[in-house]
């Protein structure tokens, strides 16, 4: 992935960056983007946080991938190329979430996780479908408006630094800048002091007293001294809408709709010199970053790039009924088949087209099968994966070796408290077996199994660390048998437990 995203020139001509015939505008830096990211080493980034599933991954892989291809393709055919929707099917816990999350983060693509389960009650208290695109839509402004923050953090530290001496050092009056004015320097500490009449004017002694404060600040010396900030303030009325699919959902914005009618009010505010330049910072954030080009590039990104990742898809699929609460799954499913087939919707920010969108659903299926969704959406999901369901060799892989492995995360916040933490390989091995055979006997929840297990072994440990000296720590095999003997073998704590 590139380290400079600075560089979003537009391609309009026929360049390198889009083939002949092409009119979109194409970011440039998508090719550097994708340049390395090849199926292949898709799958290897993905290998890092997640162990298994190999079919899953290289199906998002492809799916990822066949994106930027798309955007290369001339104009005649490339808004014929429709996105590779997945359905994922597999229990619980065995990375179906996260596969989706890793992919986003590795492509900088707009990333939305909903529940179809919050939509099973649309018409009493549910919500409506398209909030979905409106959620990725602010999530899409949120990334892009971080990225340029980015950028131009360093300017925007420099201005407000300059900004900052002025109140350290307020610029000197008419009267002071004549050659008579008062004269006064800034001690060791940041104090100013008059000084004996010198062949400097003011002028220059004020630049000299401003080289010194600025030194002073660098230093950190000056965090907590008292300054008086100007900062925006607008009291903003409350007003109670009313709408059938929830104030959230709204599709104007309120506030901004308001404060270009209010009256905006000035508020002088005393705060530590720390606390101004974080005010002053997002002030120069502001300045510098066009929100306009922002929300464009958001947009650009959401239609091409986002991607919605719709759990629980299981939950709207069945035989249909005729009373009680499944009555709405069809309905459900009706509604989302515009959005996943492609359409126009309505957002704060200007109407978003999902049809290049990549959605992908994810359930269990173990009452339902993918075939009880009605046919119109079964076609819209045309690649199926199944993921397996995770052994204790699995769990003792996902315990050691991704970057974010567990063992790892206890060993880190230990470290905080002075305190040496290591798991033998007899240990992860133990942990590993005893999560896989709870999972058999109890609800199988995939590898969140290890998280209650890990608590449950470490409980004592995390809990006397900042009262008792525990040195270094090595979880040896006997010790996890020793710590969890009650539990594994008392089925109903157990049951409550784990």
Request: zero cysteines; proline letters at 5%.
């Amino acid at each position: 992935m590139p380290d400079d995203k600075g560089e979003r020139t537009t391609v309009t001509e026929p360049e390198q960056a889009a083939p002949a015939g092409s009119t979109e505008e194409y970011p440039e830096y998508y090719d550097e983007l994708y340049e390395t990211l090849t199926p292949r080493q898709i799958v290897t980034e993905l290998d890092k946080y997640i162990i298994g599933q190999d079919k899953a991954k290289r199906s998002v892989a492809i799916a990822l991938r066949n994106r930027w291809r798309r955007l290369r393709v001339q104009d005649e055919l490339r808004d014929e190329i429709l996105p590779n929707n997945i359905i994922m099917i597999g229990p619980t816990g065995v990375g179906k979430t996260e596969i989706s999350r890793r992919l986003a983060r590795l492509a900088d693509a707009p990333f939305v996780k909903v529940e179809a389960s919050k939509f099973t009650e649309v018409g009493y208290v549910g919500r409506d479908v398209e909030s979905m695109v409106r959620d990725l839509m602010e999530i899409g402004v949120n990334l892009v408006r971080q990225e340029w923050e980015d950028e131009v953090y360093g300017d925007a530290e420099k201005n407000a630094e300059e900004r900052l001496l002025d109140l350290l050092l307020p610029p000197l009056k008419p009267e002071e800048a004549q050659a008579g004015g008062r004269r006064y320097l800034v001690n060791q500490t940041g104090e100013a002091e008059e000084e004996p009449a010198t062949p400097e004017t003011p002028q220059m002694q004020r630049e000299r007293s401003r080289d010194k404060l600025r030194k002073l600040l660098a230093d950190g010396k000056l965090e907590d001294r008292k300054v008086e900030v100007e900062v925006g303030h607008q009291r903003m009325p409350f007003i109670e809408v009313l709408t059938p699919m929830g104030l959230e959902d709204m599709d104007i914005n309120m506030s901004e709709v308001l404060e270009e009618i209010l009256p905006k009010r000035k508020k002088r505010r005393t705060v530590t010199v720390s606390e101004a330049r974080r005010i002053l910072v997002q002030e120069e954030l502001n300045k510098l970053i066009d929100m306009d080009e922002v929300v464009n590039e958001a947009i650009y990104r959401v239609e091409n790039s986002g991607i919605v990742f719709l759990d629980e898809i299981d939950k709207i699929a069945g035989e249909r009924m005729t009373s009680g609460p499944d009555v709405s799954r069809e309905g459900v499913q009706r509604d989302l088949l515009p959005i996943v087939e492609g359409t126009s919707v309505q957002t704060k920010y200007g109407l978003i087209r999902t049809d290049h969108i990549l959605f992908i659903a994810a359930g269990a299926f173990h009452v339902s099968k993918p075939s009880d969704l009605i046919p119109e959406l079964q076609g819209r999901f045309p690649i199926r994966v199944e993921l397996d369901s995770l052994t204790a060799g699995d769990f003792e892989r996902i315990l050691t070796e991704p970057k974010n492995a567990l063992t790892l995360q206890y060993r880190a916040m230990l470290e905080t408290e002075s305190v040496k933490l290591e798991f033998s390989p007899l240990a992860v091995r133990e942990i590993a077996r005893i999560a896989a055979e709870v999972n058999e006997q109890m609800e199988n929840i995939g590898a969140r199994r290890l998280h209650t297990i890990m608590t449950r072994l470490l409980d004592d440990i995390l809990f006397d660390v900042p009262d008792v000296e525990h040195g270094d720590i090595l979880i040896d095999g006997p010790d996890v048998v020793e710590r969890l003997k009650d539990v594994v073998q008392d089925q109903d704590l157990r049951r409550y437990i784990l």
